[in-house]
């Protein structure tokens, strides 16, 4: 620091010290509430299938054990609830990641038009046990991005789940692909289920937030799918955007960047060598 022998700009330097202090006090409050909002979010997402699966083996040591089929059942929910447990610390291994800014993008050249193939092969048997279309609203012809093909492909899976979740029986699911301005396109997924109502969309990509926040809800999830969305769209520089009418359906769509054919080529002789 220069020596400053004016007392004015001495004062200055004082309260504009002070200020920033204060600002920093500020933010550390604020990181330090999230902090304990968060803990309190993950013990909680944790305890619900910790709990369950002690009960059921608990159960099973009193004596359900002796029946094969009470047996059979009550250790397929249990290790229902450990699928459950390794879901939610998978989640919140990546949302760390992506949050730390430790999540490097592995971007490349691809067919994103494979890819939500891929995706609705996946899902195809989870959307058949409510009779839900999955349709995909374009040609088939290869259209190329440039993006990080795993992570952009855990984004379409999550909103594809999504719609299949809070899908109605028997309703739809339409993934659509648009050309927009300056070499990008924009992925729409549709579906006629429950919808959002209008308080609520603002807050929807929060972590752990979700509309059905009781107990008995009658779909598993961590409450992070749509957080982790975001950020990956965020991490590429694109947009997320939602748009839903409470009982008629919602549409969530992400821009990417356009690539070329001849990038793709490149790719495979890349891969070649
Ligand atoms: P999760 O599905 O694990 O609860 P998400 O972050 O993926 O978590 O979604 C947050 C919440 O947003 C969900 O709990 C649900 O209430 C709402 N939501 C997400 N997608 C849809 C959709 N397609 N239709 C209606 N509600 C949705």
Known sequence: HPITTDMSTLTKEIEKFAKDKKLEIETLKVREEYRKEFMGNVSHELKTPLFTIQGYLLTLLD?????KNIRKKYL??????????????????MISKLEVGNLILEEETFDIVELIQGVFEMYEMKAAKKNIMLTFDIPYEPIYVYADKERIQQ???NL??????Y????????????NLVKNKIIIRVTDNGEGI????LRRLFERFYRVDKSGNRKEGGSGLGLSIVKHIIEAH???IYVESVFGVGSEFSFTLEK?????????AVDDED
Do not use: F, H, W
Request: negative net charge; hydrophobic residues 35%; glycine residues 6%.
């Open 197 to 200: 109502e209008a308080p609520n």
């Open 160 to 165: 594809v789940v999504n719609s299949i979740k």
């Open 259 to 267: 690539s070329t054919k001849e990038a793709m080529e490149a790719n």
């Open 76 to 93: 397929q929910r249990a290790a229902k609830g450990v699928d459950r447990l390794i879901y939610i610390v998978k989640d919140l291994d």
């Open 63 to 67: 004596g359900a054990m002796e029946d």
């Open 237 to 239: 520089k694109e947009k």
């Open 155 to 157: 984004c379409v899976a």
């Open 167 to 178: 899908g109605k029986t028997d309703g739809t699911t339409e993934i659509s692909i648009e």
